[in-house]
């Protein structure tokens, strides 16, 4: 059991540049998430998903796009990296139950340096 | 505007001291506050809570919530080298996990 898979795990871009992190479950959670943290700042939501077909808007969505055409996976795409990008990304899942939330998995994260 | 505040933002204890850790939050439609534990990598889950005045255990580490007061603390009794890290707070509303800062935490031998 994988739990949550980030690819990749570094990258070095361009100014400019556009990029897509990879983020895989096999856990058939429900509810994604993508998170950056900067120094000092703990984690920031970016965007999130509540299943397949269904995204939403975090706290730091301008310059990041999501899409989730399955239950698996939650690519985040960098449409035209800047500098202010630069940060260490993280990839999130959980079970979105009726019952209540459950805590979430992290992956492992992916650092991303903006040149 | 929801938001998560822990303090303080660091620590420096010597191993075997007791250390506790604070959250305060203003969340709107609150489902639960949890505890992660992140070192060099991901955040891994420590503590659920969801009703007030109920200790989680684990080990060394407790935590209690006042929803109330809107606050959580962390303790960690007999402190080890092993638990430095930075300890987040995160608060569940309807649909978001919002994160605190974090505080980091340092044990020195």
């Known amino acids: 059991n994988a739990g949550v898979t980030q690819t990749p795990k570094f990258q070095v871009l361009k100014t400019g540049q556009s990029m897509t992190l990879q983020c895989a479950q096999d856990?058939?959670?429900?509810?994604m998430s993508w998170y950056r943290q900067d120094p000092g700042m703990g984690l920031r939501l970016i965007h999130y998903?509540?299943?397949?077909?269904?995204?939403d808007q975090g706290e730091v969505p301008n310059g990041y796009n999501v899409s989730r055409s399955t239950t698996e996976d939650f690519p985040l795409r960098l449409l035209s990296a800047a500098p202010s990008q630069t940060s260490v990304y993280f990839c999130?899942?959980?079970?979105?139950?009726?019952?209540?939330?459950?805590?979430?998995?992290f992956g492992d994260g992916t650092r991303l340096s903006i040149l | 505007e929801d938001k998560v505040v822990q303090s303080p933002l660091s620590l420096v204890v010597h191993e075997g001291d007791t250390v506790t850790l604070n959250c305060s939050y203003e969340?709107?439609?609150?489902?639960?506050l949890l505890w992660y534990k992140q070192e060099k990598k991901a955040p891994t889950f420590l503590f659920m809570l969801?009703?007030?005045?109920i200790e989680k255990k684990s080990g060394r580490l407790s935590s209690i919530l006042d929803k109330k007061e809107l606050f959580s603390i962390l303790n960690i009794t007999a402190t080890q080298t092993g638990d430095s890290a930075v300890y987040l707070c995160?608060?569940?509303?309807?649909?978001?996990?919002?994160f605190g800062q974090g505080t980091r935490l340092t044990i020195n031998p």
């Open positions: 999130a899942s959980s079970p979105n139950r009726p019952s209540g939330w459950q805590p979430q998995h």
């Open positions: 856990m058939n959670h429900e509810y």
């Open positions: 998903s509540v299943g397949a077909g269904i995204t």
């Open positions: 969340v709107t439609n609150f489902r639960s």
């Open positions: 969801t009703s007030s005045g």
């Open positions: 995160a608060v569940q509303g309807a649909q978001k996990l919002v």
